[in-house]
């Protein structure tokens, strides 16, 4: 959920999102708007420092949850900072919204205006990775999306429906499809080539149930969210992942891991299960990485995309 904000904080909200940035990273923050299917919509944009700006560089599409927007996504995940060590190009789009910190995206089956009002995400997504074009000089075989929750969801149905714009995709306690408030059943399609897919789940998350069904914390009995198990099968299917899954607890009892290994096209699967995690981003959670040393979520995603280029 987001913090409470103070009715005395006057700044508009892209000024503070890039004096926070600035303060917490060496990073290089710029707002940018521009208009999609008749909407004014806007994006953060964050390039490593002393970056050349004729040199291709990755890009990593990071959407906020339901309820949040770029400038508290990027807060939230430290996302900048990870990107800028991995020479990385990062940009937070704002879902839709009367309210800064309100907004979301139209997952069909969740959430807010951006579902009621059917807006155009895929498309504005699209637009948007050619206006960063415009700014920056970007590997169009190194682009990647990662989500929380409802942006996570818009993560899946984006390398569902547009899997040529993608290296690879990390959703993190979302959910491949659902039923509406209204009771209307929505699940993407399958993809037509391989997505290497990384999944990121907390077994104890109350929105997003870990193994599908209704939340009594919403409060819409007609409102549910497909299982993990879901995803697993859907993304196992349509990467060509046939070798048994290789299952591992780095962390007994907290962290579990379940690896696909190589599937067809050079993809893969993996998921991340927490054990006692809930519906938030997981920053207490250190990833294992070699030599004994540990990733937070935001760079264990990166060194998951990092593996990754489009073929």
């Keep these: 959920m987001p913090s409470p904000r103070s009715p005395a904080v006057t700044l508009p909200a892209w000024l503070a999102a890039a004096v926070l940035l600035a303060a917490a990273s060496p990073v290089a923050a710029d707002e940018q708007t521009l208009r999609w299917d008749g909407r004014e919509r806007s994006y953060l944009l964050v390039t490593p ?6 040199m291709a560089l990755p890009l990593v599409i990071a959407l906020h949850g339901a309820g949040q927007d770029a400038s508290s996504f990027a807060e939230e995940t430290r996302f900048a900072a990870a990107a800028a060590a991995l020479r990385m190009l990062v940009v937070f789009p ?3 919204g009367a309210e800064d910190g309100r907004l979301s995206w139209n997952a069909h089956f969740c959430c807010g205006v951006g579902a009621a009002e059917q807006v155009d995400d895929i498309g504005f997504i699209g637009a948007l990775i050619e206006d960063v074009a415009k700014h920056r000089a970007i590997d169009r ?23 040529q714009w993608f290296a690879a995709i990390a959703p ?40 599908g069904g209704s939340s009594a914390l919403i409060g819409y009995p007609k ?11 859907l993304w196992s299917a349509a990467d060509g992942c046939t070798a ?20 067809r096209g050079g993809s893969t699967l993996v998921l991340w299960e927490i054990e006692d995690g809930e519906h938030n981003w997981p920053q207490a959670v250190r990833f294992p990485a070699p030599g004994g040393a540990t990733r937070s979520a935001a760079e264990e995603i990166l060194t998951f995309f990092a593996g990754h280029s489009r073929q």
Excluded: W
Aim: proline letters at 11%.
């Design 172 to 211: 993190v306690s979302a959910a491949i499809g659902g039923t509406s408030r209204s009771g209307e059943a929505f699940v993407i399609a399958p993809p037509d080539r391989p997505v290497p897919v990384m999944i990121i789940h907390g077994r104890r998350d109350p929105y997003v149930l870990y193994d």
């Design 244 to 263: 048994e899954p290789e299952r591992g607890e780095p962390m007994p009892g907290r962290l579990r891991r379940i690896d696909y290994g190589d599937c």
């Design 141 to 163: 075989k190194r682009i990647y999306a990662t989500g929380m929750s409802n942006g996570g969801m818009l993560t899946y149905q984006l390398a569902a429906a547009r899997p």
């Design 49 to 54: 420092p002393d970056a050349n700006p004729a």
């Design 94 to 96: 704002n879902g839709s």
């Design 223 to 233: 409102r549910s969210n497909m299982a993990v198990a879901d995803a697993l099968s």
